[in-house]
């Protein structure tokens, strides 16, 4: 990823000047049900290193319906509707879907696969890439900012 990447839609925009924490192809349900997509391009950035020019245009909702109390709201615009980013309510982190929000290919692609669950009867990833049931090992959650 470059040093500096941006997207957004027409009404909010975002901004990371730093390197994302994390980077990874997910196959969560979640993920699954809320994108449509089969697997979905994540990337988390610390909470603080992603900015966002109008806060006040977000409309939030809860991220994963199962448990509505859950530490991360899916932010659209309240103009358009564009999905802009998942905030942490506990502001550990922020995140981006490269494909939905905006980013294109500015960031690189995902170098692992996360949540991939055997049980789902799924092909594992063959594609050379580490596969996880869960984020990388090495992952730690930041503190909150």
Known sequence: MSSQCSG???HIHTKAAHAPIDNHTCHCSVCKAVTGQDTTHVVF???????????AG???QPFNA?????????????ECGAPIMLDDRQSRIRVIVPNLMGYGDQ???????????????????SDGRPVYEALRPDFVWPEPS
């Not at 199962?66 to 309240?78: A, F, H, I």
């Not at 960031?107 to 990833?125: C, L, Q, R, V």
């Open 66 to 78: 199962k448990n509505p109390d859950g530490p991360l709201e899916l932010c659209t615009c309240g």
């Open 58 to 60: 977000l409309k939030r």
């Open 107 to 125: 960031i690189e692609p995902a170098p692992y696969h996360a949540f991939y669950d055997p049980a789902s009867g799924e092909a594992k990833p």
């Open 8 to 10: 957004g839609c027409d």
């Open 45 to 55: 950035f610390r909470h603080g290193d992603l900015e966002v020019d109008n806060e």
